[in-house]
């Protein structure tokens, strides 16, 4: 394995430039706040009152000072994460691998570390490698994703660009709360224009993407059309806007109010749809509804090999 070039597998682990933060916090239960931030320092015999300095300014940095000497048992899961963030920044070294360092928290404190770590990345101005299957703290905390399935990487990108332009299903799936919508579509080619069928439903494709060759090679085959939740609109401002071949009936099997938004569970076409709305819509299960999509925002994908069709 090498590290800037040089082979790190016979340099012992406390001389590597290398620091790890792990998933069950790996603290030694024996020692306290200070000791375990202080371990590392030890083993690299620095002096006690340069030890002393870089533990105080990381207990400062993680908000625990004053647990310096509580033992690290007596601590919540939050502040030992912090614990164990601190024991691997003290070192200053030149990357960081985080594993999954806030799947073992509730959801009110990985909100908080979240916060906390992002602010840490900023004030160390050092490289962070974190391991995630929590899509929303990739594109909270990322400059760039690398998503993985099966060992094999399937995109490199920001956030932003991952979510609008995903090279295949499996990231379009990914990325995205709640997951995009697949619907198996029908190709039919009408002179110039292209439409996707569904069941009962026709949507016209935007010029932008139906002169393109790539899609009406697909003419008369079957592709997977991908659509957002938040781009099917129940609001009368955008179905008045929207065109007569951009629209469809859809059933309300269920409705969740999460409070500022509803997620709409339909079903359209013999499809199975998810829909986020405004939560002022009077929409209750059991409704028959009017959808219009914003059809600059469909995301195509081949039916055998789930790679976008660009």
Same mark, same amino acid.
């Given at each position: 394995?090498?590290?800037?070039?040089?082979?790190?597998?016979?340099?012992?682990?406390?001389?590597?430039?290398?620091?790890?933060?792990?998933?069950?916090?790996?603290?030694?239960?024996?020692?306290?706040?200070?000791?375990?931030?202080? /371990?590392? %320092?030890?083993?690299?015999?620095?002096?006690?009152?340069?030890?002393?300095?870089?533990?105080?300014?990381?207990?400062?940095?993680?908000? *625990? @000072?004053?647990?310096?000497?509580?033992?690290?048992?007596?601590?919540?899961?939050?502040?030992?994460?912090?614990?164990?963030?601190?024991?691997?920044?003290?070192?200053?070294?030149?990357?960081?691998?985080?594993?999954?360092?806030?799947?073992?928290?509730?959801?009110?404190?990985?909100?908080?570390?979240?916060?906390?770590?992002?602010?840490?990345?900023?004030?160390? @101005?050092?490289?962070?490698?974190?391991?995630?299957?929590?899509?929303?703290?990739?594109?909270?905390?990322?400059?760039?994703?690398?998503?993985?399935?099966?060992?094999?990487?399937?995109?490199?990108?920001?956030?932003?660009?991952?979510?609008?332009?995903?090279?295949?299903?499996?990231?379009?799936?990914?990325?995205?709360?709640?997951?995009?919508?697949?619907?198996?579509?029908?190709?039919?080619?009408?002179?110039?224009?292209?439409?996707?069928? /569904?069941?009962?439903?026709?949507?016209?494709?935007?010029?932008?993407?139906?002169?393109?060759?790539?899609?009406?090679?697909?003419?008369?085959?079957?592709?997977?059309?991908?659509?957002?939740?938040?781009?099917?609109?129940?609001?009368?401002?955008?179905?008045?806007?929207?065109?007569?071949?951009?629209?469809?009936?859809?059933?309300?099997?269920?409705?969740?109010?999460?409070?500022? @938004?509803?997620?709409?569970?339909?079903?359209?076409?013999?499809?199975?749809?998810?829909?986020?709305?405004?939560?002022?819509?009077?929409?209750?299960?059991?409704?028959?509804?009017? *959808?219009?999509?914003?059809?600059?925002?469909?995301? %195509?994908?081949?039916?055998?090999?789930?790679?976008?069709?660009?």
């Amino acid at each position: 394995m090498l590290f800037d070039g040089e082979d790190i597998v016979s340099v012992p682990p406390y001389k590597r430039e290398i620091n790890t933060v792990f998933q069950k916090y790996a603290l030694f239960p024996h020692m306290d706040v200070y000791d375990n931030i202080a /371990f590392g %320092l030890t083993l690299k015999k620095e002096p006690k009152d340069v030890i002393e300095q870089k533990v105080m300014r990381m207990l400062r940095l993680v908000s *625990l @000072e004053d647990y310096a000497h509580r033992n690290v048992t007596e601590l919540s899961g939050g502040q030992r994460q912090r614990v164990a963030l601190g024991r691997a920044m003290v070192r200053n070294p030149s990357v960081f691998l985080l594993d999954e360092p806030l799947s073992n928290l509730d959801a009110k404190l990985r909100t908080q570390m979240r916060t906390e770590i992002i602010r840490l990345h900023k004030q160390l @101005e050092t490289t962070f490698v974190y391991v995630t299957h929590d899509q929303t703290e990739a594109m909270t905390m990322a400059d760039r994703i690398v998503v993985m399935k099966d060992g094999i990487i399937q995109q490199v990108d920001t956030p932003q660009a991952l979510y609008h332009s995903p090279e295949n299903l499996f990231v379009a799936g990914f990325i995205g709360s709640p997951q995009m919508n697949f619907i198996n579509a029908d190709v039919i080619l009408d002179g110039e224009a292209v439409f996707l069928h /569904f069941g009962e439903c026709r949507i016209r494709v935007p010029s932008s993407l139906s002169s393109h060759a790539p899609l009406r090679e697909y003419g008369g085959k079957q592709i997977i059309l991908g659509l957002r939740p938040e781009d099917l609109h129940t609001e009368d401002s955008f179905l008045g806007l929207a065109a007569a071949d951009a629209k469809f009936i859809a059933h309300v099997e269920l409705a969740e109010m999460m409070g500022s @938004e509803i997620y709409l569970h339909l079903e359209a076409g013999g499809q199975k749809l998810t829909a986020r709305t405004p939560s002022r819509a009077q929409i209750q299960s059991g409704d028959d509804l009017q *959808l219009a999509i914003d059809t600059n925002k469909l995301y %195509l994908f081949d039916h055998e090999n789930e790679q976008a069709i660009r």
